[in-house]
T-cell receptor, first 110, second 114 residues
Framework: AQSVTQPDIHITVSEGASLELRCNYS??????LFWYVQSPGQGLQLLLK??????LVQGIKGFEAEFKRSQSSFNLRKPSVHWSDAAEYFC????????FGAGTRLTVKP | DADVTQTPRNRITKTGKRIMLECSQT?????MYWYRQDPGLGLRLIYY???????NKGEISDGYSVSRQAQAKFSLSLESAIPNQTALYFC?????????????FGEGSRLTVL
């Protein structure tokens, strides 16, 4: 069955520390891959996307993600987290439609 | 003004009532979607529409129906609301360039069924 898995429900990091949020997918072929961010009380905003080509993609707000076909993964990274990055992050995959993971809530400690 | 507008933003209703959530967009996109968000479950696709004459069921369509009145309008109905339909509902749109691309979301409609 097609699925998107975000193994970490909640992650806490200190401001200035590095961040990696995990995403794995299970599809018959390589789908299009996305990361979205949701701030409290808001809708979702696209951070970055992968369609093809270079497996390391850059997004907004200093985020990047790496597609690894062999691991069916698309992990999100940021070298230095800011307090304003506290939010919920969703990995999504698109084949015929768009499906989302359960989300990872990020808390940033001062 | 927002590109994707949902009404109402908040609604409290009782079990058995009929509820309609409306979505309109000014982005000119052909594709529209309805998702519900529940804590710990992320967003789950209810229905989607690739054009006015195309309606497709998503992961969790039972208990819901939709109407695509025009390219810019996509409504979600709960014919007889039940408490486990309490959730945050999002409408989204995307352009129809090849396979599904970036989604643009409304601000959400919070529905509480008592």
């Amino acid at each position: 069955a097609q699925s998107v898995t975000q193994p970490d429900i909640h992650i806490t990091v200190s401001e200035g520390a590095s961040l990696e949020l995990r995403c794995n997918y299970s599809y018959g072929a390589t789908p299009y891959l996305f990361w979205y961010v949701q701030s409290p009380g808001q809708g979702l905003q696209l951070l970055l996307k992968y369609f093809s080509g270079d497996t390391l993609v850059q997004g907004i707000k200093g985020f990047e993600a790496e597609f690894k076909r062999s691991q069916s993964s698309f992990n999100l990274r940021k070298p230095s987290v800011h307090w304003s990055d506290a939010a919920e992050y969703f990995c999504a995959v698109a084949f015929n439609d768009m499906r989302f993971g359960a989300g990872t809530r990020l808390t940033v400690k001062p | 003004d927002a590109d994707v507008t949902q009404t109402p933003r908040n609604r409290i209703t009782k079990t058995g009532k009929r509820i309609m959530l409306e979505c309109s967009q000014t982005k000119g996109h052909d594709r529209m979607y309805w998702y519900r968000q529940d804590p710990g479950l992320g967003l789950r696709l209810i229905y989607y529409s690739f054009d006015v004459k195309d309606i497709n069921k998503g992961e969790i369509s039972d208990g819901y129906s939709v109407s695509r009145q025009a390219q810019a309008k996509f409504s979600l109905s709960l014919e007889s609301a039940i408490p486990n339909q309490t959730a945050l509902y999002f409408c989204a749109t995307s352009a129809s360039t090849g396979s599904t691309g970036e989604l643009f979301f409304g601000e959400g409609s919070r529905l509480t069924v008592l």
